[in-house]
């Protein structure tokens, strides 16, 4: 009920506080709650910098997102170039770390891929996710 108080009264200390409130936001583990109003606190005090609303919205689940992307978008073609910039950060590569391995068979009745010369038989992989962590460069 006081949060527009809370917000007005902590804006001068803003930049401290948005790391942790980073952790909530990105912590699944967290109520729905507790991430919706870190949510909405992060688009308030983040709102006039794009850099960090690109690097939310990497992360960001649909309600998120939905919540952060008019305050990013209004940054204009600025906010463009602040999103290609988070999309072409390079992956940390982890030596001699296996991160993903599935071997497996194109049989009769796999998915097909659609292309332009037709459809192609395809094997479909699930690869659990998880936001905040880089997968090594392919480095072949």
């Known amino acids: 009920m006081h949060l527009a108080t809370w917000l007005e009264s902590l804006r001068p200390v803003r930049a401290k506080l948005l790391t942790p409130l980073k952790?909530?936001?990105?912590?699944?583990q967290r109520r729905e709650t507790e991430r919706s109003l870190a949510t909405?606190?992060?688009a308030e005090y983040a709102k006039e910098r794009a850099e960090v609303l690109a690097d939310l919205l990497m992360d960001?689940?649909?309600?998120?997102?939905?919540?952060?992307y008019p305050k990013f978008k209004e940054h204009g073609d600025r906010s463009v170039s602040e999103l290609l910039a988070e999309i072409d950060k390079?992956?940390?590569?982890?030596?001699?770390?296996?991160?993903?391995?599935?071997k497996g068979t194109i049989v009769e009745g796999d998915a097909k891929v659609t292309t332009p010369s037709g459809a192609l038989p395809a094997k479909r992989f699930e690869v659990p996710l998880q936001g905040g962590k880089n997968l090594p460069a392919d480095d072949g």
């Open 90 to 102: 390079r992956a940390v590569v982890v030596k001699d770390k296996m991160v993903f391995e599935s």
């Open 23 to 28: 952790d909530v936001y990105r912590n699944g």
């Open 60 to 68: 960001a689940d649909e309600k998120q997102f939905a919540v952060l």
């Open 40 to 42: 909405d606190i992060l």
